[in-house]
């Protein structure tokens, strides 16, 4: 799409160690799709700090916050959203005349997938303690899962957010074989681990739903073989939609009709 920037145009970001290309089709499609002067552009910060200050010192309107950085980034910004501030973990800072605000949409997208796909409120385990880990906890607890398991290798981190969620944590998944399996680690992303499983296939085989936050790719080793074994699938680019979506409103005041919405998300899927 043809992208014509002039001074008055309006920059949003993202921050990640691995940056991606969806939320960079999504945004861009849809400020072109309504017309409005904003551009949006992926970076990989070496210098976290400098980066934020950065976003208030040039102007920028927003950022999306990616792994490593939903923790990091905590005590650069002046305030945190309710959500964010109970997670303890955001991935969207906003802008506005200098004031950096910040808040967690990926806890609003997990919790609308678990009602969209039906999700049955059964034991579940997740895999992963860090800043997306928590909003997935959080969304899951609040949605009325009450027997969950934390699975981490780092015992203190894994240890303080099951407290923190009323759930227990086990270094590894051992025996537990519970309906629904959750993966919020890079394991699936694209790099050195991009074939690994995060749950051994005895427990994905005994699962009803699996649910993998990698979002790229979309069809990870996990989401493949849950697939083949015909389980209920939740898959990270249907997290990466619609947090991008109420990313798109915190950066500019506007909703997309869901027509508008599903058109940039299609859009960014093919890319």
């Known amino acids: ?14 921050m990640a160690a691995r940056p991606g290309n969806f939320g960079v089709r999504f945004h861009n499609h849809l400020f072109h799709q309504l017309d409005l002067n904003f551009y949006y552009k ?6 976290l700090a400098a980066a934020v200050a950065g976003i208030r010192s040039l102007g920028i309107r927003g950022s999306a916050v990616s792994m490593p950085f939903k923790e990091a980034c905590i005590e650069l910004v002046d305030e945190l959203d309710v959500s964010a501030a109970a997670i303890q973990s955001i991935n969207t800072i906003v802008n506005t005349d200098g004031h950096l ?32 880990a928590k909003a997935v906890a959080f969304a899951l607890r609040d949605a009325g899962f009450i027997d969950g398991l934390i699975v981490a ?14 759930f227990r944590w086990q270094a590894d998944l051992g025996s537990a074989r519970p309906p629904l399996l959750v993966n919020v680690t890079p394991l699936g992303m694209q790099g050195p681990q991009a074939d690994e499983l995060a749950f051994d296939r005895q427990a994905v085989e005994a699962a009803d739903t699996i649910f993998d936050v990698v979002a790229t790719p979309a069809d990870t080793p996990l989401i493949q073989a849950a697939r083949r074994l015909g389980k209920r699938v939740v898959s990270g680019d249907e997290v990466a939609a619609i947090q991008a979506l109420e990313q798109f409103v915190l950066y500019t005041g506007i909703r997309p009709t869901d027509e508008q919405y599903q058109q940039a998300a299609a859009f960014a899927r093919a890319g």
């Not at 290798?153 to 009323?166: F, M, S, T």
């Open 1 to 14: 799409m043809p992208v014509t920037a002039n001074r008055d145009t309006q920059l949003c970001m993202s």
């Open 153 to 166: 290798r780092n015992q203190q981190a894994g240890q303080r957010l099951a407290e923190a969620c009323g």
């Open 101 to 132: 605000k910040a808040f967690n949409t990926d806890y609003i997208a997990v919790a609308q997938l678990m009602e969209s796909h039906a999700v049955p409120r059964s034991a579940f385990a997740l895999r992963g303690s860090g800043g997306m």
């Open 42 to 47: 992926t970076f990989s910060p070496n210098d």
